[in-house]
């Protein structure tokens, strides 16, 4: 496999994601570095993209690889907080297995020659379209991930004042739970389309 551009962003999207995290173990006085790595991360999400596209490096493998990436960093981040303490265990119970369960639908779909996104999306109804593969959806998403990771690790640095932690947790923690909302509804479709290829 050739490594690209684009899987260069995904990588260093990735490592971002990795050294964020390891600052949260290691090093509470240096929490606003890692929420700001956490910021660039997921502003890289988009990026990989956009190079493929920009150097003519759209592949399926490239789609496989992004949301590759996607996975490692949620739960990256997911499975920090709750070692720590800072969420529930379930969470990153529940986004695992249903990471699992639609990367294994779309597996199926992927050997058929469809994708998750795009022109060959295995998406065939409108409203599963919407939720999995819209632009609106995509987003809702992804900023209620980045506020949920972003706002964690502000509600825990030292530097936030005392009095400002309840109230940064609470919204970080509301947060989480939309995103948690959102993943699961978004993956709902995926499977319920996986049916017609089995």
Known sequence: MRLTRANLVAI???????????ILFHRSDLYLLGAVLTIVSILMDGLDGWVARRYGEVSRLGAVIDILTDRIVELTYWIAFAVLGWIPAWVPIVVAVRGLLVDGARAVAFERGLTAFGPTTMMRSRIGNFLVASRESRSAYGIAKAAAFTLMIVAYASALPPTAQ???LTVALVCVYISVALCVLRGIPVLLEARRLV
């Open 12 to 22: 260093t999207r990735a490592m971002f994601a990795f050294l964020a995290v390891a």
């Open 166 to 168: 309840p109230v940064v």
